[in-house]
């Protein structure tokens, strides 16, 4: 068998909020039992069906590094981190939908990981707002993912979805809210499987597939 092509997609956040475990339940559709602190980075791969179902369907692999996420400023924790970011094609920012702080930091994540090159002037975020203009010429993929939505009270629930609603928007980016210890929130056909799925293959496509901003076959 041939070996097949892979992308390269980041998990970005804070640490707690569940990236291990989501990365787990996205590899293997299983929850993870005993969730650990990660230390500097972490791969798992999971098997992509580009285009699934049509005539230019094809399987390949999504390499999820799972960064470690501590969010102190010292050059020496961001220089070490920036190794993980070099030819990346596609991110997911993951935050803890009980925690506005982890939301708010997504805006530092993806800065860190977009600009790894480029040292930070200024303060980035300041009191939820941020220069937009950071985010304009973004080629590479993104999605936002919540966690710990099993957390959230009935009677906040619809407040905490319509502030990260416009997180999303922000990173023009879709978002899937979900709790990692239960599969059936990325269950084959929902609607955030089809939306985890899309994103897959526009990070392939950006990856494969458009050459000089024009896209041509993947058996090309």
């Not at 059936?184 to 293959?201: I, T």
Request: aromatic letters at 8%.
């Amino acid at each position: 068998m041939a070996a097949l092509d892979r992308v390269k997609v980041l998990v970005l956040g804070d640490s707690g909020v569940g990236k291990s475990s989501l990365v787990h339940l996205l590899c293997h559709n299983q929850v993870l039992g005993n969730p650990s602190w990660t230390v500097g980075c972490s791969v798992d791969v999971r098997i992509h069906d580009y285009k699934e179902g049509t005539p230019e369907e094809k399987t390949y692999y999504i390499e999820l590094w799972d960064v470690g996420g501590s969010v102190g400023s010292a050059t020496s924790v961001k220089s070490t981190r920036a190794v993980f970011y070099n030819l990346l094609n596609g991110i997911i920012l993951v935050h803890d939908l009980t925690n506005k702080k982890s939301s708010q930091n997504l805006y530092r994540w993806s800065l860190e990981a977009l600009n790894r090159d480029v040292a930070p002037t200024g303060v980035l975020v300041t009191n939820g707002d941020y220069d937009r203009e950071q985010f304009a010429d973004n080629q590479i993929p993104l999605l936002v993912i919540g966690t710990k939505l099993d957390q959230i009270p009935e009677t906040k629930r619809n407040e905490v979805l319509t502030r990260t609603a416009f997180l999303a928007e922000d990173f023009n980016a879709e978002e899937i809210n979900l709790d990692c210890t239960n599969p059936r929130y990325l269950a084959a056909g929902s609607s955030n499987a089809v939306k985890l799925s899309r994103f897959f293959d526009k990070v392939i496509e950006k990856r494969y597939f458009l050459r000089d901003g024009n896209q041509v076959s993947p058996f090309s």
